[in-house]
């Protein structure tokens, strides 16, 4: 019954973009088939940013323990225990913390520049428009992966601070 319900299809299609699955199983995929050693370096680096990422965000989840609107379905693409719980949005961060890293380890043309950033903000408000979280769940979500890339930039992983992990490739 909401003004949102004919895009709803549309909005799950988004959601399904920003979930963590795809992009854990698409970083490990492509980690296997780079044939080039920064390639692996940066995919690599992805994949450490992005169990970062689910990690923290369920030590958030846990600890604040804020439900989900009321008005949330609960039709969620591959949920776990902590996704009953609704502060910080995962997708928010993920978007947010994908977003900073693909514009700065990623030549790309302008156009495709605002493209990225343009997903992270659907995604984002895609979250409170499904009814999935509340806004300041969403604000701090994007707050979170933004900080969160800091970090992953800080403690950067290359054949020279881990050569164990890149041994395995």
Request: proline content about 5%.
């Amino acid at each position: 019954g909401s003004p949102c319900a004919a895009a709803r299809p549309l909005l799950k299609l988004v959601e399904v973009s920003g979930h963590g699955l795809p992009w854990l199983l698409g970083t490990a995929y492509g980690l296997c088939r780079s044939g080039s050693a920064a390639a692996r370096e940066v995919l690599l680096n992805l994949l450490f940013a992005l169990l970062l990422d689910l990690v923290l965000v369920a030590v958030v989840k846990g600890l604040v323990r804020r439900p989900r609107p009321v008005h949330n379905k609960m039709d969620m693409f591959v949920t776990l225990s902590v996704d009953k719980y609704s502060f910080p949005s995962g997708h928010a961060t993920r978007a947010a913390l994908v977003c900073r890293f693909v514009l700065h380890h990623l030549v790309l043309a302008v156009p495709l520049r605002v493209l990225v950033v343009l997903w992270a903000i659907i995604v984002s408000m895609s979250r409170v428009m499904l009814g999935r979280h509340n806004v300041t769940d969403v604000l701090f979500g994007l707050l979170l992966g933004y900080a969160l890339y800091s970090v992953v930039e800080y403690c950067w992983l290359s054949p020279l601070s881990a050569p164990a992990l890149f041994a395995l490739w």
